[in-house]
C-alpha cells in the first residue's frame, strides 16, 4: 500500500479567493473517514492572471481510502448542498475545478 495525494486545483474569479478558502478554514467531514493522513489548502500567487487560485491537496494512506470518500453518499451530499450549487453560473465564484491524484513516493522530514 502507497500513501497518495489528491490534489484539486480550483480556478476562482478574480478578487472572490477568500470567499471559497473561508470554506476551508474549519475542519470537515474529510477529516473524519478512515485513511485520511491530513489536509493542504494552498493559495496561488496569480498576481499576473486574470483568476485566482488554489490548491486543495488530501493525503491518503493509500487510494482505496480516497476512494471510498470521494465515492461515499454523504460526500456527494457535500457537494450537492455546497453554497453555491444553488446559485446561477454567474453568481458562482469558481470558474473550474481539476483533480489530479499522485502517489506519495518520498517524504523527508526536518533533520533532528
Known sequence: ???????????????????????????????????????EVLKSDTSDLDYDEIKVCTTWEDESYF???????RTRRMHKESPTAQVSEEEKPTISAELTTFEVVHRHAPAK
Open 1 to 39: 500500500m502507497t500513501m497518495m495525494m489528491a490534489v484539486n486545483t480550483i480556478k476562482i474569479k478574480k478578487g472572490r479567493a477568500d470567499e471559497v478558502l473561508a470554506r476551508f478554514a474549519e475542519p470537515k467531514a474529510v477529516h473524519t473517514y478512515e485513511g485520511f493522513v491530513w489536509m
Open 67 to 73: 476512494k471510498a470518500w470521494a465515492e461515499s453518499g
